[in-house]
């Protein structure tokens, strides 16, 4: 199975400001890879696809980047509602595993 | 509004079983894979099987293979999953989501299992 790791487990920062978070796989999976948001009580939401590509509706202050193993998710500007944890996921392979998550919660 | 609804979460015995549904709304889940996935509160989500589009092709995570069954009715536009011999580990919610080349795109609000004594 393909291990998916995060970092920073959780992060504490201001509106406005610019956070980064990473993922990296066990083994290459190519651009497989997408980011989630969740809330509290409420189903994750795709954010990024394909490592890369934004969803659609999804506001372009959300970035992502990477290759291979090492992938990175990039808000600019945080506003209150991305208060959340993010996921990362591998579609590469069965089983399609999750990283364990980064809180972003306020300063 | 484009939208999953899973149903059938409940308490449960351990050794027990349930089957949950998940019915698609504004959409024809035919072209899909279908997925499951459980999440413990508090913990990150975990994939459970998945389904291909004609469901010609099914995946299991190994820790329900043999247990669980995923299936689906085009024609009721929905998918389910068996679950059999349920054990205290099973307990979470459980959601669907529309699989395809974006991830998982659109999902359930979730289903909450609970296998208890």
């Known amino acids: 199975d393909i291990q998916m790791t995060q970092s920073p487990s959780s992060l504490s920062a201001s509106v406005g400001d610019s956070v980064t978070i990473t993922c990296r796989a066990s083994?290459?999976?190519?651009?497989?890879l997408q980011w989630y948001q969740q809330k509290p009580g409420r189903a994750p939401k795709l954010l990024i696809y394909g490592a890369t590509s934004l969803e659609s509706g999804v506001p372009s202050r959300f970035s992502g980047g990477g290759y291979a193993t090492d992938f990175t998710l990039t808000i600019s500007s945080l506003q209150p509602e991305d208060f959340a944890t993010y996921y990362c996921q591998q579609s590469y392979s069965t089983p399609f595993t999750f990283g364990p998550g980064t809180k972003v919660d306020i300063k | 509004e484009v939208q999953l609804e899973e149903s059938g979460g409940g308490l449960v015995q351990p050794g027990g079983s349930l089957r949950l549904s998940c019915a698609a709304s504004?959409?024809?889940?035919?072209?899909?894979?279908m997925h499951w996935v459980r999440q413990v509160p508090g913990k990150g989500p975990v994939w459970v099987s998945r389904?291909?589009?004609?469901?010609?092709?099914?995946s299991y995570a190994d820790s329900v293979r043999g247990r669980f069954t995923i299936s689906r009715d085009n024609a009721e536009n929905s998918v389910f999953l068996q679950m059999n011999s349920l054990r205290g580990e099973d307990t979470a919610v459980y959601y669907c989501?529309?699989?395809?080349?974006?991830?998982?795109?659109?999902w359930g609000q979730g289903t909450v299992v609970t296998v208890s004594s």
């Open positions: 083994q290459t999976i190519s651009s497989y």
């Open positions: 989501a529309r699989g395809g080349p974006k991830g998982f795109d659109i």
């Open positions: 504004e959409f024809s889940l035919s072209p899909y894979w």
């Open positions: 389904i291909s589009n004609d469901a010609s092709t099914t």
